[in-house]
């Protein structure tokens, strides 16, 4: 705790003076760019990965950057999408994976998770059997790599199951919104994004959109 008290007082020291504009105008509300879905994992970033500003994003993070179908029932992630859609009016939303993600692990090895029953329970939701998913796409490593394919695969779960949401579905049929798949490389610092027309994900400096 020192450490994060220590970080609060060079924040209101050092910080904040700088950025008080900005922070006064986003006392009077929010227009984010984009809902952000990414894993609660502790090295990653999203501002510091967009080099976005408060205000910018608005982000959702659960372990292994989850979207639960909206018929599973009411939780803090449809709440959450509910929101950035119908109200924040969002353009953009992103499903944003990682290397060496944990959750993905355990998907892999449902024995390790004997002792982590809701960690189980949770990782239903990463099952790829009922969804769609590409045939032959393309991956950014060695297909010996199985969890950079898990991972890559469950970005495409998750897009669908955002399908399932009525906001997001809505949003989709009036041409409001549009979804994205990211992958992040955090030792590399690189991000890789879903392209569909290609079939698989590319650099992002290789993207459009």
């Not at 205000?55 to 939780?75: H, K, M, Q, T, W």
């Not at 950079?148 to 970005?155: D, Q, R, W």
Request: some cysteine.
């Amino acid at each position: 705790m020192k450490k994060l008290i220590e970080g609060v007082q060079q924040f209101q020291k050092n910080s904040f003076p700088v950025k008080q504009p900005l922070f006064e105008k986003l006392a009077g509300g929010q227009q984010p760019l984009a809902l952000f879905i990414t894993c609660s994992d502790s090295r990653i970033d999203p501002n510091l990965l967009t080099g976005t500003e408060p205000g910018e994003l608005f982000v959702l993070r659960n372990a292994g950057n989850i979207v639960p179908p909206y018929d599973s029932g009411c939780g803090g992630e449809a709440a959450t999408i509910e929101y950035a859609v119908n109200v924040l009016k969002v353009a953009d939303i992103v499903v944003c994976g990682h290397s060496h993600c944990g959750a993905m692990a355990g998907h892999l090895a449902p024995d390790s998770l004997s002792e982590l029953p809701a960690v189980r329970d949770w990782l239903v939701h990463a099952d790829h059997s009922h969804c769609t998913v590409p045939e032959n796409y393309g991956h950014i490593l060695d297909d010996s790599d199985s969890l950079m394919v898990a991972v890559e695969k469950n970005i495409f779960v998750q897009l669908e199951h955002l399908r399932t949401h009525p906001a997001v579905e809505g949003a989709l049929s009036r041409n409001e919104v549009n979804l994205h798949g990211w992958v992040y490389q955090f030792e590399t610092g690189k991000v890789f994004a879903y392209d569909s027309e290609k079939n698989r994900f590319l650099p992002t400096d290789a993207t459009v959109g």
